[in-house]
């Protein structure tokens, strides 16, 4: 029995839904993890949401880093985490360790530029025109 359907479109049952999204491959999940754009994004790129990459500006919205901001260290597509730069909490060991944040908690307030073809977006106002 196969365990990911490719021909599955979408259904209103959450059974099915969070089926889909636990037995997708790398390759889906990986456009599954998206985050929301800051106001100022949203005007530029006339997107609500992207997909984070490492090297991006996130603030963090909920939790108890909330309103911290920083750079996104690495990015665990397989179970739709992000980790972020400097938000680490300390064990009983005395070691650290680095905190998942799941994307829908975190809105990106800066792009990383490195890659030319991720920003080939129009803007609202050439899509008018």
Do not use: C
């Not at 990911?4 to 099915?16: A, D, E, L, Q, Y």
């Amino acid at each position: 029995m196969k365990k990911f359907s490719t021909m599955w479109i979408s259904s209103k049952k959450p059974r099915k839904q969070r089926k889909y999204r636990a037995n997708a491959p790398n390759h889906i999940k990986r456009d599954m993890v998206s985050s929301h754009l800051s106001k100022e994004l949203r005007k530029v790129h006339g997107k609500r949401s992207l997909t984070p990459r490492k090297g991006d500006t996130v603030k963090i919205m909920r939790g108890s880093f909330k309103r911290k901001s920083g750079k996104i260290a690495r990015i665990d597509a397989k179970n739709e985490k992000i980790f972020v730069e400097g938000m680490q909490k300390t064990k009983k060991d005395g070691s650290k360790i680095s905190i998942p944040f799941h994307p829908s908690n975190l809105l990106i307030t800066e792009l990383n530029t490195d890659d030319k073809k991720r920003l080939k977006t129009k803007n609202k106002s050439e899509k008018d025109k």
